[in-house]
């Protein structure tokens, strides 16, 4: 499934800052007790049957921490603790494709940068939390790549770890702490944050910020000036010196993405290397992404990501309880039995998704470097597998964002909804990629100064590699 591409996702943070200027008002508190106990019983229950992961944390830790949330659910003084209350029992998960979003609550108006007089955005970039922008009359006070080193009193990253965190789901630790950059300083407006910071020089200040109406309007760079920030058509094309094709392939969500490949067949066939630009690529359908990856394939048969889900049979969980654990050896019904009356979960016999591929289909014969980062999601994730076993494609970049899946959607109380991932996916041969990343070939990481010049390294590995290979 693919989720909103980085460029609306920034903008949206961004603007918020600017139309979040209420002062904080009265939060509503609309629903009653029995509504928020029953919200949680019912992901609570939801993530019982058809969570795919629920053995990574395992059935007791589950149900304890539904049991000591009742009372605090209860006890709750408004609609927004209650979803935060949630949202941290989902994050438990530590599963990207399982979460609760909240509903629009009256009251809540988060701000997430603009401090009166003073605007700091924030980006997380070679394992730091820098200031990539500010009031241009900042840029003194605030520099470009100054690293935030500590929030109310305790280092960046604690602060991270005991107040941001807690709260977000993904399955992978790096994903956790880039969402959690964006993060740093949201607050309410009127809330206040005590910061220092290290500034490329090296002096160390210490600033307080409190969340206000913005009282300038020129900051520096502008809006979308970033490489994650900037504006991308589903795909995009170019041809750089000594044959070689780029290509970015910025979603699977939409089929226009195939016709569009389609034209470019002939000048691919003439390239002598190609590069697939996956690293904004947050997902779709697997479908329109085997398509193009077909072509690329130079076996008779595409081999996608091994596939499982849970299986739920109520006779054997009841006859379960007459089962001991010796007499679960080499009797696969009584161990899933016994499973299943214990509360752990039980899989299907796992599927390997396969496609013919045609003998009209036109193949590609040059070599292939695919980019990935941590935004590299889902159907992205799943193209990637699906090239693992071909020799002549290559991957330079970053770990991928480490989560996919099938999730399975439903409405929570008072507007909000949440989904659960109900369907694994590893390699082939079983390895597991989720929660973990899939490593590319040659890793390469932005450096905060790459960032902040718009120094694409990625990339300009991916050049190298093919000028290095003659």
Same mark, same amino acid.
């Given at each position: 499934?693919?989720?909103?591409?980085?460029?609306?996702?920034?903008?949206?943070?961004?603007?918020?800052?600017?139309?979040?200027?209420?002062?904080?008002?009265?939060?509503?508190?609309?629903?009653?007790?029995?509504?928020?106990?029953?919200?949680?019983?019912?992901?609570?229950?939801?993530?019982?049957?058809?969570?795919?992961?629920?053995?990574?944390?395992?059935?007791?830790?589950?149900?304890?921490?539904?049991?000591?949330?009742?009372?605090?659910?209860?006890?709750?003084k408004n609609d927004?603790?209650?979803?935060?209350?949630?949202?941290?029992?989902?994050?438990?998960l530590k599963d990207?494709?399982?979460?609760?979003?909240?509903?629009?609550?009256?009251?809540?108006?988060?701000?997430?940068?603009?401090?009166?007089?003073?605007?700091?955005?924030?980006?997380?970039?070679?394992?730091?939390?820098?200031?990539?922008?500010?009031?241009?009359?900042?840029?003194?006070?605030?520099?470009?790549?100054?690293?935030?080193?500590?929030?109310?009193?305790?280092?960046?990253?604690?602060?991270?770890?005991?107040?941001?965190?807690?709260?977000?789901?993904?399955?992978?630790?790096?994903?956790?702490?880039?969402?959690?950059?964006?993060?740093?300083?949201?607050?309410?407006?009127?809330?206040?944050?005590?910061?220092?910071?290290?500034?490329?020089?090296?002096?160390?200040?210490?600033?307080?910020?409190?969340?206000?109406?913005?009282?300038?309007?020129?900051?520096?760079?502008?809006?979308?000036?970033?490489?994650?920030?900037?504006?991308?058509?589903?795909?995009?094309?170019?041809?750089?010196?000594?044959?070689?094709?780029?290509?970015?392939?910025? /979603?699977?969500?939409?089929?226009?993405?195939?016709?569009?490949?389609?034209?470019?067949?002939?000048?691919?066939?003439?390239?002598?290397?190609?590069?697939?630009?996956?690293?904004?690529?947050?997902?779709?359908?697997?479908?329109?992404?085997?398509?193009?990856?077909?072509?690329?394939?130079?076996?008779?048969?595409?081999?996608?990501s091994s596939f499982?889900?849970?299986?739920?049979?109520?006779?054997?969980?009841?006859?379960?309880?007459?089962?001991?654990?010796?007499?679960?050896?080499?009797?696969?019904?009584?161990?899933?039995?016994?499973?299943?009356?214990?509360?752990?979960?039980?899989?299907?016999?796992?599927?390997?998704?396969?496609?013919?591929?045609?003998?009209?289909?036109?193949?590609?014969?040059?070599?292939?470097?695919?980019?990935?980062?941590?935004?590299?999601? /889902?159907?992205?994730?799943?193209?990637?597998?699906?090239?693992?076993?071909?020799?002549?494609?290559?991957?330079?970049?970053?770990?991928?964002?480490?989560?996919?899946?099938?999730?399975?959607?439903?409405?929570?109380?008072?507007?909000?909804?949440?989904?659960?991932?109900?369907?694994?996916?590893?390699?082939?041969?079983?390895?597991?990629?989720?929660?973990?990343?899939?490593?590319?070939?040659?890793?390469?990481?932005?450096?905060?100064?790459?960032?902040?010049?718009?120094?694409?390294?990625?990339?300009?590995?991916?050049?190298?590699?093919?000028?290095?290979?003659?």
């Amino acid at each position: 499934m693919e989720r909103r591409n980085l460029l609306t996702r920034f903008i949206i943070i961004f603007l918020l800052s600017f139309t979040g200027n209420k002062s904080h008002a009265q939060i509503a508190n609309t629903l009653s007790p029995a509504d928020k106990v029953f919200g949680l019983s019912k992901f609570w229950q939801e993530v019982n049957y058809n969570f795919v992961y629920l053995d990574k944390l395992g059935r007791p830790a589950w149900d304890s921490a539904y049991k000591a949330l009742i009372p605090q659910v209860e006890a709750t003084k408004n609609d927004y603790e209650y979803y935060r209350l949630l949202q941290k029992f989902c994050a438990l998960l530590k599963d990207g494709h399982t979460e609760i979003t909240m509903p629009p609550i009256e009251g809540v108006n988060y701000m997430y940068n603009t401090f009166g007089d003073h605007l700091l955005v924030l980006k997380r970039v070679d394992n730091k939390v820098i200031i990539k922008r500010t009031w241009k009359k900042d840029l003194n006070k605030y520099p470009l790549g100054s690293q935030i080193i500590a929030v109310n009193g305790l280092p960046t990253e604690q602060y991270i770890r005991d107040s941001i965190a807690p709260y977000i789901s993904s399955s992978t630790d790096y994903v956790r702490d880039d969402i959690a950059a964006g993060m740093l300083l949201r607050g309410f407006p009127g809330s206040t944050f005590t910061i220092k910071i290290k500034k490329p020089n090296g002096e160390q200040a210490t600033y307080s910020l409190t969340h206000a109406r913005v009282k300038d309007s020129i900051f520096t760079p502008e809006a979308g000036a970033y490489l994650d920030e900037q504006k991308r058509e589903l795909l995009e094309h170019r041809s750089f010196d000594n044959g070689i094709a780029y290509i970015a392939l910025n /979603s699977f969500g939409n089929p226009k993405i195939d016709t569009l490949f389609e034209n470019l067949l002939p000048e691919l066939e003439r390239a002598k290397g190609i590069i697939i630009d996956l690293r904004y690529n947050g997902g779709g359908d697997d479908g329109v992404a085997f398509r193009i990856l077909q072509h690329f394939i130079k076996d008779t048969i595409l081999v996608g990501s091994s596939f499982t889900v849970r299986t739920f049979n109520p006779y054997r969980q009841a006859a379960g309880k007459f089962v001991e654990v010796a007499d679960t050896a080499g009797h696969p019904d009584k161990r899933e039995a016994w499973r299943l009356f214990h509360g752990y979960a039980v899989y299907d016999e796992p599927g390997v998704v396969q496609s013919e591929i045609g003998k009209d289909i036109k193949r590609i014969a040059a070599p292939v470097v695919i980019l990935t980062g941590i935004y590299t999601e /889902s159907a992205a994730e799943d193209f990637v597998i699906a090239a693992d076993n071909q020799k002549h494609i290559v991957k330079i970049g970053e770990l991928t964002n480490g989560s996919t899946g099938m999730p399975y959607s439903f409405d929570m109380p008072g507007g909000g909804a949440a989904r659960i991932c109900i369907k694994k996916d590893a390699y082939p041969d079983g390895r597991e990629f989720v929660g973990y990343g899939i490593q590319p070939d040659i890793t390469v990481v932005p450096k905060v100064n790459d960032y902040l010049q718009n120094k694409d390294v990625v990339l300009e590995a991916a050049l190298k590699y093919f000028r290095e290979k003659k």
